[in-house]
């Protein structure tokens, strides 16, 4: 059998708000609400399912998403004109711009519970 990622858990101020701001950005389709979650799934089937808990019991994650170079214009134009944060590299040092590595583009931007979301149109090392 090979192990595949179903789902995880994002933490969340609000999960509807942090679960339709990511499939906004994205493109993807905001899930029935399920229990305490409010899933998102991604194209290879992994689901994120949001919840909402205290802002102070946040401890902020790193979320990237392996985009195609044609989708990433349209993802990168909703981050500019929502008048997100954007940096070129995971340490904000470079902001206002995306980065070019191993030949793609990616960028990363805050969701709004302060988890650190990434688009990349190829995987690292690729």
């Known amino acids: 059998m090979s192990v595949q990622l179903n789902h995880t858990i ?3 101020r609000d999960n509807r708000e942090s679960a339709t701001f990511l499939a906004h950005i994205l493109g993807l389709e905001v899930g029935a609400e399920w229990g305490p979650f409010i899933a998102v799934e991604t194209g290879n089937g992994v689901t ?12 902020a994650q790193h979320y990237a998403f392996l985009i195609p170079e044609e989708e990433f214009d349209s993802a990168f134009e909703k981050i500019r004109a929502a008048g ?7 340490h904000g040092k470079q ?3 995306i980065n070019h590595n191993d030949g793609g583009r990616g960028v990363y ?3 709004p519970s302060g988890h650190g979301m990434e688009i ?3 995987p690292y090392g690729g």
């Open 95 to 97: 902001p206002g711009e």
């Open 120 to 122: 990349i149109t190829r």
């Open 109 to 111: 931007f805050p969701d």
């Open 48 to 59: 994120l399912d949001f919840a909402t808990i205290p802002a102070e019991s946040i401890v």
């Open 10 to 12: 994002i933490h969340s």
């Open 84 to 90: 997100i944060p954007f940096f070129a590299d995971p």
